[in-house]
């Protein structure tokens, strides 16, 4: 918040008329040309991890999602373990996926029967 108000505070300043030494000026009468510069340093960014995970039960998707959450990995989910003990669970582990990723702009596609793919909103997935 702080940051913030360092970098607007001039620009509010700027439109309500106050010289740069913070007191009230008549902008009528002090025609103001000068401009105001903002600065914005972009945040470093953090490499993204890849982290392979077996899904072995339904109870494991909350885990998968905290790591999806995080923003810093995309995972690989091998389904098949759910798969072959209770397709129904794996739907709803799936479902469960696909509303997440909706909700937070993540996304998610399957690789191939056995293996999905979960990226966060930093990743664009791009299907071919």
């Known amino acids: 918040m702080k940051r913030f108000k360092e970098m607007f505070g001039k620009v509010g300043d700027a439109f309500a ?75 709803r582990a799936i479902n469960r996926f696909k509303t997440h990723c909706a909700a937070t702009g993540s996304d998610l596609a399957a690789i191939d029967e056995s293996w999905i793919i979960l990226v966060p909103p930093v990743v664009g997935l791009e299907r071919v």
């Open 17 to 91: 008329g106050k010289p740069e030494d913070g007191k009230a000026g008549n902008s009528a009468s002090s025609k103001r040309t000068d401009l105001v510069k903002i600065e914005v340093k972009s945040a470093e960014k953090e490499p993204l991890s890849l982290e392979v995970v077996k899904l072995q039960n339904f109870s494991e998707t909350e885990n998968i999602l905290d790591s999806l959450r995080s923003g810093k990995k995309i995972l690989l989910v091998k389904i098949s373990g759910l798969k072959e003990k209770d397709m129904t669970e794996l739907k």
